[in-house]
């Protein structure tokens, strides 16, 4: 069914991946549509229940969808840019936090117990930040592509969904300098308070997206549009890159990927900058709290499936919207039809 | 902790009940408070996952809240204005519904299993409809009253959280006449396609929702506002007098309850319009496809947890709603703090 990914080793051969991306099986999405139709409820009753089980069958390329090996992942990188003083908490927090996982205290890991995840958390050379990408790049291409890989590797054959996360200190500011050099604006419409910085805080945070934007020259006046990988390499994260290597290699493995808040949702965006289908076996858990958030699944055409208020990151709505395709599959697996259980159609 | 219910016999008794509600415990709600600011987790950032576990704390009176014992309760009715044609289905449906339910074939019992509630369905006198509403008072007080303490009886002792629901053809034209005679306005603005009706019939469902409500007097001009449980004997049904029941006597047993769609919510708006802080220990689950259930819900000032374009009924939305509940209680509960996790605070 899934077949391993490959590792990357250059940028070049990240386009060409990007060339050979699986399509929908629309064979799986019709009998999907077809068993739907029967179950003992009012047509479209379901809500977007059943727009879930259609899009699982059709990225899985099977019906019935199965959820027996879901899997949430957390990627962890550092940042230089964090030193600017642009969040509300020290960086040293990326690795406690990293502790906090394995030792299963964080929101996260309830969840994936409440929710029945397998939890895995990639922590990537958290001693060795991404440089400050107001004064160089933040990743040269070949740790980028490093980066990608890494993320590639989480995706093994036979995973039902993939749940996406992150976590490092500084990467709402690497995320909204991401969504400013992909889609342009103002860097004020994408930087938001992350973990919590305001005023004073919070203008510097904006000055540092737009410095970071500028100082590798994306987004400028009659410039064409960035190149997405460029914009990965200058303005990205490990994590971010990670993230976006997960998506590609689960795309190629047949598994749907749940995204999670706005700095996962970032990264999947650098996919979708070089080809407008490859975040359609994604679907968006929930809109973040983070006002940036709204206006980059605006971009990505998605609508999210949750709306909570949440601003955590570290695949928590990720985690959380996998009880709606629990709820999903369930449904559509366990339902009797009209002709099982001797309900009446509709009349006339 | 709760105290079993006590059975009503007449208004006078509900009004009276209706007098002495238990307000809110708000040494657990900051129990809860202080608990939530020490996880390692920015302040806020679960969102409304926060909030829930404030208000099951607050409202089961006990901190750390307990989700051991949820129940999904859905009441069956059937009515009489169903033979006016407003449905999209016969009234047969709805003891086929009920079988159906007992044998484990409906949304409901897939999502009771997924998140494990206990599920039991009332069905309420299903061979004597409530007379049509166009052209008599759909029950007369006694009857009313009786449906009315059936579904106060739903609620034992121990239970520590409710998902209510209903299943009745002809109850959404039922919910609609309830809103139309509580909250005024037009016809129109509260009456939708229920299981699918359109064109013609669904103005003619309209008219029906109209005729009915100025049948009994209510929301004419210059006349003051409608006395709440004549408009719910006049215009409402077996299952919803059940479900105001089970909401007043959760209330009084300290269980907190989630409301379904719209039918459900109308049948609480009742209580509501008698007391405006009936429903403070009631969440809304979903906002229904139903166009008037985000209507009704701005009237009652209640946020719905989710927005899935469901339109099911049978405490479906309720009962997956109760996976954010569980969510939420596991986060509150399971989560390190900083100090047990050796997390930095927020800087500064």
């Known amino acids: 069914m899934s077949e391993p990914h490959r590792a990357v080793a250059s940028f070049a051969e990240v386009r060409a991946l990007m060339r050979a991306l699986p399509g929908p099986d629309l064979e799986a999405g019709t009998r999907a549509a077809q068993r739907e139709a029967q179950l003992t409820k009012p047509a479209g009753a379901l809500g977007r229940l059943e727009e879930l089980v259609q899009w699982l069958s059709t990225w899985q390329a099977r019906h019935p969808p199965v959820l027996a090996r879901p899997r949430s992942c957390v990627f962890a990188g550092n940042h230089g840019v964090a030193a600017r003083g642009v969040s509300a908490y020290p960086a040293a927090v990326t690795a406690q936090m990293v502790q906090n996982f ?56 036979g995973l039902d969904v993939l749940c996406l996360g992150e976590m490092g200190i500084g990467n709402t500011t690497s995320a909204a300098a991401l969504c400013l050099a992909l889609f342009g604006g103002a860097a004020g419409d994408w930087t938001g308070p992350g973990t919590g910085v305001a005023g004073a805080a919070l203008d510097r945070k904006v000055a540092v997206v737009q410095a970071g934007v500028e100082r590798h020259g994306f987004h400028l006046a009659g410039a064409g549009p960035a190149d997405p990988l460029a914009v990965l390499c200058c303005v990205g994260g490990h994590e ?81 919207a996998l009880a709606l395709l629990r709820a999903a599959v369930a449904c559509h697996c366990g339902m009797a039809t009209f002709g099982e259980a001797g309900v009446s159609g509709k009349a006339g």
């Open 102 to 157: 394995i030792r299963g205290g964080a929101a996260v890991n309830q969840l994936c117990k409440t929710f029945d995840a397998d939890l895995r958390v990639y922590e990537m050379a958290l001693e060795r930040p991404t440089r400050d990408f107001t004064s160089a790049p933040a990743m040269e291409e070949d740790e980028c592509v490093r980066a990608m890989a890494y993320g590639m590797m989480a995706v093994e054959p």
């Open 240 to 320: 971010l890159a990670a993230i976006a290597g997960a998506i590609l290699a689960a795309r190629l493995a047949r598994t749907p990927v749940v995204l999670d808040g706005f700095a996962c949702t970032a990264a999947a965006a650098v996919l979708f900058s070089l080809d407008r289908h490859a975040l359609d076996h994604c679907v968006v858990a929930h809109v973040s709290a983070e006002p940036g958030h709204r206006r980059l699944l605006d971009r990505l055409g998605k609508a999210a499936l949750l709306d909570l208020g949440m601003r955590l990151g570290e695949a928590s709505g990720a985690t959380l």
